[in-house]
């Protein structure tokens, strides 16, 4: 079967780090795919790992392991327009089509 | 400016009706795809399409269909089948590279009295 999880919700509080993780099992696989999203609103794209190791973009950074299906998000020098859910997703290989996790809200504080 | 148009943002049907969902993208996309999103719940694909002319169920299917006759259009129809349509629906393309992420749309709420 296919199945990525992902933790529900978390709180943090503004300036701290926060990490989100996602574990995922899946028929293949042609890369991980975390994404933003503000309530109501679309998915706008993060990061992007198909091989094994940490990929830094500014405040945020993503982390792969694909011998153990696990991937983390990790959000630094938070601010409370970070608050939002977290989407993980992963490309299975030979088609077109994304798998995703049912996301994390995170909560940022004051 | 490119991009992907979801239209109408917020949508109304009574109970019963077929109603249709349209997505246009001007990127030149190859795939295009619709999800359902439920409160507090990941995205889930309703159908997806690699090329003109051809599309593939995804994991919710049953009571939506679609078409794909031009690059640039790919509607959802939500049939009187689907037996809890009320969701935000999302459209979303991607080229042909496997790096590239998908680019969405700004979705349609569509609510079924």
């Not at chain 1, 296919?2 to 701290?16: K, L, V, Y």
Request: proline fraction near 4%; charge should be neutral; charged fraction near 20%.
């Amino acid at each position: 079967g296919q199945n990525i999880d992902q933790p529900t919700e978390m709180t943090a509080t503004e300036g701290a780090i926060v990490q989100i993780n996602c574990t995922y099992q899946t028929s293949g696989f042609n890369g991980l795919f975390w994404y933003q999203q503000h309530a109501g609103e679309a998915p706008t794209f993060l990061s992007y790992n198909v091989l094994d190791g940490l990929e830094e973009k500014g405040r945020f950074s993503s982390f792969l392991s694909r011998s153990k299906g696990y991937s983390y998000l990790l959000l630094k020098e938070l601010q409370m327009k970070d608050s939002a859910s977290y989407l993980c997703a992963v490309k299975a290989s030979g088609t077109y089509k994304y798998i995703f996790g049912t996301g994390t809200r995170l909560k940022v504080l004051a | 400016d490119g991009g992907i148009t979801q239209s109408p943002k917020y949508l109304f049907r009574k109970e019963g009706q077929n109603v249709t969902l349209s997505c246009e993208q001007n990127l030149n996309h190859d795939a295009m795809y619709w999800y359902r999103q439920d409160p507090g719940q990941g995205l889930r694909l309703i159908y997806y399409s690699q090329i003109v002319n051809d599309f593939q169920k995804g994991d919710i299917a049953e009571g939506y269909s679609v078409s794909r006759e031009k690059k640039e259009s790919f509607p959802l129809t939500v049939t009187s089948a689907q037996k809890n349509p009320t969701a935000f629906y999302l459209c979303a393309s991607s080229p042909q590279s496997d790096r590239d992420t998908q680019y969405f749309g700004p979705g349609t709420r569509l609510t079924v009295l």
